[in-house]
Each structure stands twice: as structure tokens, then as C-alpha cells.
């Protein structure tokens, strides 16, 4: 068999597969998400997993990254500037998520409407980025075993797509500082809006819970990461059963970590 038949061999079987894995994992999607502990079992491969089955959106500037302000205005007119630190227990939340949901699921999706050059600073910012107290710097990627290529670095044009991305990707949780995001998620997806200034609060939240009212809407409003850990883990109530089977170091990690976040 030739090279471009092997090819396109290949390729009716990528369509295939992806014919038949859709819309399992679209009903999935539309599941309870207490309800997906229960099998213990893979969606599309249907094996036992030692993960939860979730995936996770988040944005990046407001929540992971926090903006320098002084007297009420950015220190610095580049989104991501070179002195920006990452949110206190940043690092610790996203390693513990990607300990209980696996890299796979996680991804970032950054808004960006200049051709990719602000979205590509930001990465860049990542992989060199200040630790909350500015005491050191550090690799983001490498810290947190976030993984780091295009699959997982997903790039909108506008906030208004965030809400397509989340219902393309099957996103069970998607965190963002901009409350205006909550009007275009789909109701599947439950919105951590990290709603830290005060401004924005009082003009969004009142938007934000008639919607929810409507049952067009599930949303937490979160002021750090402890508190998005917090609710994510209240959809999975059973979710120390995960730990069952790991290896002794990574249930030690898992631990330790869950402890730092849970800790008043």
C-alpha cells in the first residue's frame, strides 16, 4: 500500500472514531457531574481510570496571572508584563487538578485580537513567570506538568467565542476574571468566575444570577484558588476514591496538596 493510501486509510478511521466518540461524549457532557465517579471507567476507551472525568477551561490574565495596577490604572500598557506574578496558590491548584483530572483535560484559552501576538507573549510569560511574593521565578509548565502545545493553548478573537470553545471541547468548568464570559457559556459548563474587583462584581453578578435563575447558568463567584478548588471538588464528593491504586508518592502529593488548599 502506497504512502498517500496508508493516509487516507488513516484518516477514515480518525472520522470514524470520532463519529462514534462524539456524541458519547456529548451525553456525558449533559451528565450530572456527581454521576461520572461512579463507573470508574474512561468514556471513550471505556477502561478502568484512576482519574475523575472532567476538563477544565481557564483563562489566563485575572486568574492565573494577576495585572499590576497603581492608582487604579496598569503599571504597564503590555497585557502581560514582565513583572507580573502568578496568583497566590496558583501553582498548587492547577498541580492538584492536573493530579485528579489528568493533563489531557486541562486547558488554557486565551482571548486575543492581534494575530496572536498577545497570546504568544502570554505563553511565553509562563514559562518565565513570578511566583505571588516575587521571591522567585519559574517555569509554570514544568511546576505544574501542565502541558504545553497548540492542543492546550486554545486562542479566541473575541470573549463571545469562549462560550463555542466550551461547548467544542466538552469544558465541565471554565475559570475567567470577566464576568460578561458567563453570558455566553452553555448551560453545561459550570462558569468559576473569579470576580475580584469591586466594580465588576456589582455591575455583572445581578446579570450573572438572573441567567442562573433561568437555568441558563451555573456559576460560583471565586476570589482565589482555594475557593475554585473548593467547588470543583464539591461536584465530585467522592473523590478521594481516586487516590486508590496510585502510587504511594503521588497519593502523598495529592494529599499534601489538598491540605494546603483546604486550610483556611
Given at each position: 500500500?502506497?504512502?498517500?493510501?496508508?493516509?487516507?486509510?488513516?484518516?477514515?478511521?480518525?472520522?470514524?472514531?470520532?463519529?462514534?466518540?462524539?456524541?458519547?461524549?456529548?451525553?456525558?457532557?449533559?451528565?450530572?457531574?456527581?454521576?461520572?465517579?461512579?463507573?470508574?471507567?474512561?468514556?471513550?476507551?471505556?477502561?478502568?481510570?484512576?482519574?475523575?472525568?472532567?476538563?477544565?477551561?481557564?483563562?489566563?490574565?485575572?486568574?492565573?496571572?494577576?495585572?499590576?495596577?497603581?492608582?487604579?490604572?496598569?503599571?504597564?500598557?503590555?497585557?502581560f508584563p514582565q513583572d507580573s506574578r502568578l496568583f497566590p496558590y496558583a501553582i498548587e491548584a492547577v498541580r492538584f487538578l492536573v493530579?485528579?483530572?489528568?493533563?489531557?483535560?486541562?486547558?488554557?484559552?486565551?482571548?486575543?485580537?492581534?494575530?496572536?501576538?498577545?497570546?504568544?507573549?502570554?505563553?511565553?510569560?509562563?514559562?518565565?513567570?513570578?511566583?505571588?511574593?516575587?521571591?522567585?521565578?519559574?517555569?509554570?509548565?514544568?511546576?505544574?506538568?501542565?502541558?504545553?502545545?497548540?492542543?492546550?493553548?486554545?486562542?479566541?478573537?473575541?470573549?463571545?467565542?469562549?462560550?463555542?470553545?466550551?461547548?467544542?471541547?466538552?469544558?465541565?468548568?471554565?475559570?475567567?476574571?470577566?464576568?460578561?464570559?458567563?453570558?455566553?457559556?452553555?448551560?453545561?459548563?459550570?462558569?468559576?468566575?473569579?470576580?475580584?474587583?469591586?466594580?465588576?462584581?456589582?455591575?455583572?453578578?445581578?446579570?450573572?444570577?438572573?441567567?442562573?435563575?433561568?437555568?441558563?447558568?451555573?456559576?460560583?463567584?471565586?476570589?482565589?484558588?482555594?475557593r475554585a478548588v473548593a467547588e470543583i471538588l464539591r461536584h465530585y464528593p467522592?473523590?478521594?476514591?481516586?487516590?486508590?491504586?496510585?502510587?504511594?508518592?503521588?497519593?502523598?502529593?495529592?494529599?499534601?496538596?489538598?491540605?494546603?488548599?483546604?486550610?483556611?
Amino acid at each position: 500500500m502506497t504512502r498517500n493510501k496508508k493516509r487516507h486509510h488513516s484518516l477514515l478511521e480518525r472520522r470514524e472514531a470520532s463519529v462514534v466518540r462524539k456524541p458519547r461524549l456529548q451525553a456525558i457532557w449533559k451528565r450530572p457531574l456527581s454521576k461520572r465517579l461512579a463507573s470508574r471507567k474512561h468514556p471513550v476507551t471505556g477502561e478502568p481510570t484512576k482519574y475523575l472525568w472532567g476538563r477544565i477551561g481557564l483563562d489566563m490574565g485575572g486568574d492565573l496571572v494577576t495585572r499590576l495596577y497603581e492608582n487604579g490604572e496598569p503599571i504597564l500598557k503590555e497585557n502581560f508584563p514582565q513583572d507580573s506574578r502568578l496568583f497566590p496558590y496558583a501553582i498548587e491548584a492547577v498541580r492538584f487538578l492536573v493530579l485528579l483530572f489528568e493533563a489531557e483535560y486541562l486547558v488554557i484559552v486565551k482571548n486575543d485580537d492581534d494575530k496572536g501576538v498577545v497570546a504568544r507573549e502570554a505563553r511565553e510569560t509562563l514559562h518565565n513567570v513570578q511566583l505571588h511574593d516575587g521571591s522567585k521565578r519559574i517555569n509554570f509548565f514544568k511546576e505544574t506538568g501542565f502541558l504545553d502545545d497548540r492542543k492546550h493553548w486554545l486562542v479566541t478573537k473575541h470573549r463571545t467565542q469562549k462560550g463555542g470553545f466550551c461547548k467544542r471541547h466538552l469544558l465541565n468548568f471554565f475559570v475567567d476574571d470577566k464576568a460578561e464570559v458567563g453570558r455566553y457559556l452553555p448551560r453545561n459548563t459550570v462558569f468559576l468566575w473569579f470576580g475580584t474587583e469591586a466594580k465588576e462584581r456589582e455591575e455583572h453578578r445581578e446579570a450573572l444570577l438572573a441567567r442562573a435563575r433561568r437555568g441558563r447558568l451555573k456559576f460560583q463567584q471565586v476570589t482565589d484558588w482555594k475557593r475554585a478548588v473548593a467547588e470543583i471538588l464539591r461536584h465530585y464528593p467522592n473523590w478521594e476514591e481516586c487516590l486508590q491504586g496510585r502510587p504511594q508518592a503521588e497519593q502523598e502529593e495529592m494529599e499534601m496538596l489538598h491540605n494546603l488548599l483546604m486550610a483556611a
